[in-house]
């Protein structure tokens, strides 16, 4: 896909799904320290699900400090319907802990400091750096930006790294920080995985997805 191509698709879907009270996250943080560990807890399940065992999690551990020194079991009945909890529960710890320990309790600034701790990925550490802090040092990449990419012509890869890679290639930097927001919701209004809406898609014209099946 041509740049100009993915500016037109950005162009229809921004006009769609933002405003200018739009919340560019799905998940109800209030700082650093618990968009970190909600992303963490975000894999294999729901915003929703996160966000509603947020009160009791942060009213017990509201800070990494106070995390890391966490039981693991008090930790795993709390979180618990994000599912995989005990390996989740042993990561927010650990994470919590390594950032008391070497990055002074602050939540670290960088994709390659964030990456280091237990349980955070480029996906996460994308997440992070651009809600918390308006950094954007890349385009994070979960299951609807694949999907949407990949139909749409955007990428030609499977793997989310190649995939970020075409992405950020495609689109100026000045919009990185969109464009997660915009294909998630667009993956999750009308590009369905199993039955894409396409006949009420605004962007159909532009997909080759749509284009290879209507001929």
Same mark, same amino acid.
């Given at each position: ?12 879907? !921004? ?31 729901? %915003?929703?699900?996160?966000? /509603?065992?947020?009160?009791? =999690? ?7 400090? *106070? ?6 079991? %008090? ?5 618990? /319907?994000?599912?995989?909890?005990? !390996? ?7 994470? /919590?802990?390594?950032?008391? /320990? *070497? ?13 280091? =701790? ?40 499977? *793997? ?32 369905? !995985?199993?039955?894409? !809406? #396409?006949?009420? #898609?605004?962007?159909? *014209? ?10």
């Amino acid at each position: 896909m041509h740049s100009k191509t993915a500016c037109k698709i950005y162009s229809v879907l !921004a006009k769609i799904y933002l405003n200018k009270d739009t919340k560019l996250n799905f998940l109800d943080f209030d700082n650093p320290y618990q968009i970190l560990i909600m992303t963490i807890l975000s894999a294999q399940t729901t %915003d929703k699900t996160v966000n /509603s065992i947020k009160g009791r =999690l942060f009213e017990k551990y509201p800070g990494p400090e *106070d995390l890391g020194h966490a039981n693991q079991e %008090d930790v795993e009945e709390i979180i618990k /319907s994000t599912g995989f909890y005990h !390996a989740k529960a042993k990561n927010i710890i650990s994470s /919590s802990k390594m950032i008391c /320990s *070497d990055f002074n309790c602050e939540i670290p600034k960088t994709i390659s400091e964030l990456t280091k =701790l237990p349980g955070v990925g480029r996906k996460t550490a994308n997440i992070v750096l651009n809600h918390a802090f308006r950094i954007n040092e890349g385009i994070a990449v979960d299951t609807h930006v694949k999907r949407v990419a990949f139909r749409t012509g955007m990428t030609e890869n499977t *793997d989310p790294k190649k995939i970020e890679t075409d992405l950020t290639n495609l689109f100026p930097k000045s919009t990185w920080e969109k464009i997660n927001f915009l294909l998630i919701s667009h993956g999750r209004a009308v590009c369905d !995985a199993k039955k894409p !809406a #396409c006949d009420k #898609c605004e962007i159909k *014209d532009l997909c080759r997805y749509y284009m290879e099946k209507s001929t």
